[in-house]
């Protein structure tokens, strides 16, 4: 399977942006998707993710009620919406799937695409 991210880009603070991640090679209709970034100098960190039956996610706490993902089984794709983006949330982001469960370490996600850039700055 691979993943394939796309729709980063520059935005200023309090704007919104969506990515967007689409899967070939193979379904994960069935498995958790979801989003991590890296800002740089900083380690990858979990920002949100969701289940395969698209009810169910987890995501941060420093993303709650501004990041929202949801998933369209029939194209293979995930969305991440960004409202009320933040410097701080500048980072390259990255989509990943088929962890074992919602609170994996990201040492156990199995697919991970190559990552689009959101740079957050006036």
């Known amino acids: 399977v691979q993943l394939q991210a796309s729709g980063g880009g520059l935005v200023q603070p309090g704007g919104s942006l969506r990515l967007s991640c689409a899967a070939s090679g ?6 958790i998707m979801g989003w991590f970034r890296q800002a740089p100098g900083k380690e990858r960190e979990f920002v949100i993710a969701v289940q395969g039956n698209g009810r169910t996610g987890h995501s941060a706490e420093s993303v709650k009620g501004r990041f929202t993902i949801s998933r ?11 409202n009320n983006l933040r410097p701080e949330d500048t980072a390259v982001y990255y989509c990943a799937a088929d962890p074992p469960n919602l609170l994996s370490p990201r040492e156990l996600w199995k697919y991970w695409g190559k990552g689009t850039l959101v740079t957050v700055s006036s």
């Open 26 to 31: 193979g379904s994960l209709s069935r498995s």
């Open 72 to 82: 369209q089984d029939a194209a293979s794709t995930v969305y991440l919406q960004m």
